[in-house]
T-cell receptor, first 115, second 114 residues
Framework: KQEVTQIPAALSVPEGENLVLNCSFTDSAIYNLQWFRQDPGKGLTSLLL?????REQTSGRLNASLDKSSGRSTLYIAASQPGDSATYLCAAGNAGGTSYGKLTFGQGTILTVHP | NAGVTQTPKFRVLKTGQSMTLLCAQDMNHEYMYWYRQDPGMGLRLIHYSVGEGTTAKGEVPDGYNVSRLKKQNFLLGLESAAPSQTSVYFC?????????????FGDGTRLSIL
């Protein structure tokens, strides 16, 4: 059974810092690794999706990497801003004939960027 | 762009009552999912559907039933609500080529069982 763990559980940084969020998974048989953002009282918004054959994906100030062999993914946020404050979740897209796009989520990292 | 819409947004029930949560998507997606989110536990898959008329159990299906009579709608039912079902419920959808397409989420239904 896939298990996904995110470290740290919470992170508070001053504006402008570069930061790294970590995600680890126990089963390397994945189709993809996805990163989501969740604002308070809202649903999840997709940030980046890394296919199993890829090593990284970038979108603006966000860069996500994937190392399947070690079961790790990182989300790098450059020049953090107060608007980046949210909960960040990673999810492993499980492989297998009947996966049907199902995801296994980590518990999330609560990020606070203070001015 | 409505995307994924969940109804209702909030609800308070008494133990033993029943209710149905509605999820509607306007993106013509084949796959739909129901998750629950509890503090410190991330999202856990309750049930999912890979097409109209089909449903399957996820990780935590006990106490819930689902139906997908129309492609755009996915209903989650609680027949006899229990306090342990107090949670935030999220619906998501993705296209059939979903292995490398992100899931699209609704804003959630906050359900309290007293």
């Amino acid at each position: 059974k896939q298990e996904v763990t995110q470290i740290p559980a919470a992170l508070s940084v001053p504006e402008g810092e570069n930061l790294v969020l970590n995600c680890s998974f126990t089963d390397s048989a994945i189709y993809n690794l996805q990163w989501f953002r969740q604002d308070p009282g809202k649903g999840l918004t997709s940030l980046l999706l890394i296919q199993s054959s890829q090593r990284e994906q970038t979108s603006g100030r966000l860069n996500a990497s994937l190392d399947k062999s070690s079961g790790r993914s990182t989300l790098y946020i450059a020049a953090s801003q107060p608007g980046d404050s949210a909960t960040y979740l990673c999810a492993a897209g499980n492989a297998g004939g009947t996966s049907y796009g199902k995801l296994t989520f980590g518990q999330g990292t609560i990020l606070t960027v203070h001015p | 762009n409505a995307g994924v819409t969940q109804t209702p947004k909030f609800r308070v029930l008494k133990t033993g009552q029943s209710m149905t949560l509605l999820c509607a998507q306007d993106m013509n997606h084949e796959y739909m999912y129901w998750y629950r989110q509890d503090p410190g536990m991330g999202l856990r898959l309750i049930h999912y559907s890979v097409g109209e008329g089909t449903t399957a159990k996820g990780e935590v299906p006990d106490g819930y039933n689902v139906s997908r009579l129309k492609k755009q709608n996915f209903l989650l039912g609680l027949e006899s609500a229990a306090p342990s079902q107090t949670s935030v419920y999220f619906c998501a959808s993705s296209p059939r080529t979903g292995y490398n397409q992100p899931q699209h989420f609704g804003d959630g239904t906050r359900l309290s069982i007293l």
